[in-house]
């Protein structure tokens, strides 16, 4: 059974930075297409970022394009998203989510395995 624990949320002041982790254990990560998803309060869960398995192919949310950054570490089993210029919106819980496929997806259905999130909360 795969187990996703993501940590580096926090609170931070809007124009911050985060870098948010998320460890992966019992499959084997590099054969892992990895995602970050999230959810505002009172929102529906909502598409982050993708990563591939070399960490060459990735996809990004528009609203996150050029703020954030995901990447991985296959020698750590870990996925990363460094998030930076935050703004109030970005307030959200962050979940890591895992697939057993290289394809890009924005789809949660398509994630069959999932951290329990980290809190992200962004001040003025």
């Known amino acids: 059974q795969v187990s996703l624990v993501e940590s580096g949320g926090g609170s931070v002041q809007a124009g911050g930075s985060l870098r948010l982790s998320c460890v992966v254990s019992?499959?084997?990560?590099?054969?892992?297409?990895m995602g970050w998803f999230r959810r505002a309060p009172g929102k529906e869960r909502e598409f982050v970022a993708f990563?591939?398995?070399?960490?060459?192919?990735?996809l990004y949310a528009d609203s996150m394009k050029g703020r954030f950054t995901i990447s991985r570490d296959n020698a750590k089993n870990t996925v990363y998203l460094q998030t930076n210029s935050l703004l109030l919106e970005d307030t959200a819980a962050y979940y890591c989510?895992?697939?057993?496929?290289?394809?890009?997806?924005?789809?949660?259905?398509?994630?069959?395995?999932w951290g329990q999130g980290t809190q992200v909360t962004v001040s003025s």
């Open positions: 989510a895992a697939r057993g496929s290289f394809t890009t997806s924005r789809l949660e259905s398509q994630y069959p395995y």
């Open positions: 019992g499959g084997t990560f590099s054969n892992l297409g």
């Open positions: 990563i591939g398995w070399s960490g060459r192919s990735t």
